[in-house]
C-alpha cells in the first residue's frame, strides 16, 4: 500500500484528487496540507507526497527541500496546472521524482505515483510534451514535374494508366525505341529506380 498525501493550496483540488487517488486499491490518502509550511509543521508518515510546484509563502521546490532535509527517504511527485519547460526542468534537477500536470486522467495520476514510488521518475504525456514537443508533421510532397518535357508528362501520364513501351508507342505514334528513352528520363528526373514506382506517382498526380 502507497501512503500518500497531498499538498495543495485549494481545498477542491485536494479533495477531488484524494477521491480518485483514494479509490485506487493500492493507494492510501492519509493526510491533506494547504501549504508547504503547514506539511513541514505536521511531519506525516507518508511514502509519497503529491506536491503542488505553486504554493503560498514557498514554492513546491523550496518546501521539497526542507522536506528532504528533515525526511531524506520521501518521494516526492510534483503537480501543477500549468507548466513550463523550465518548470518540469527545475522540479527534475531538484530531485523531484516525477512531475504531472493537472489535465492528467486519474489513471495517468495513479500511474504516476506508482512510478515515482517505485523510483521510475514518471512524467504525465502533457508535462513530457512541455520538455519535448512534437515537431508538426511536414506536409508530404507531391511528385515535381516541372522538369519534365510536355512529352515526358505524357508518358508518365502513359505509365501511370499501366501502358507498357509497346503500347505507349502505339498511342503517342513513336519509336518503341524513342519511348524508351522518355521513360528513363522521367525515371531520372523524378528520381526513381522503377517505372512502377514512376507509375505510382503518376496516379497520385493526375488522378
Do not use: C
Not at 510536355?150 to 513501351?165: K, Y
Request: proline share 5%; net charge negative; hydrophobic share 45%.
Amino acid at each position: 500500500m502507497i501512503r500518500l498525501a497531498i499538498v495543495d493550496d485549494q481545498a477542491l483540488v485536494r479533495e477531488g484528487l484524494a477521491l480518485i487517488l483514494g479509490a485506487e486499491p493500492d493507494i492510501e490518502v492519509v493526510a491533506g496540507f494547504a501549504d508547504g509550511a503547514e506539511l513541514l509543521r505536521d511531519p506525516v508518515r507518508a511514502d509519497l507526497i503529491l506536491l503542488d510546484l505553486y504554493l503560498p509563502g514557498a514554492d513546491g521546490v523550496a518546501t521539497m527541500r526542507e522536506l528532504r532535509a528533515r525526511q531524506p527517504g520521501v518521494k516526492v511527485l510534483m503537480l501543477t496546472t500549468v507548466g513550463s519547460a523550465a518548470d518540469v526542468q527545475r522540479a527534475l534537477t531538484a530531485g523531484a521524482d516525477g512531475f504531472v500536470l493537472k489535465d492528467a486522467t486519474g489513471a495517468e495520476l495513479a500511474a504516476a505515483v506508482r512510478g515515482a514510488h517505485a523510483g521510475v521518475r514518471p512524467l504525465s504525456a502533457s508535462a513530457a510534451e512541455l520538455l519535448w514537443p512534437r515537431r508538426p508533421a511536414q506536409p508530404r510532397r507531391g511528385p515535381d514535374l516541372s522538369a519534365l518535357t510536355p512529352r515526358e508528362r505524357e508518358v508518365l501520364d502513359l505509365l501511370g494508366q499501366g501502358l507498357g513501351n509497346r503500347e505507349i508507342a502505339a498511342e503517342l505514334d513513336l519509336a518503341e525505341r524513342t519511348v524508351k528513352t522518355h521513360v528513363s528520363n522521367v525515371l531520372t528526373k523524378l528520381d526513381v529506380t522503377s517505372r512502377t514506382q514512376a507509375a505510382l506517382l503518376a496516379r497520385n498526380h493526375f488522378q
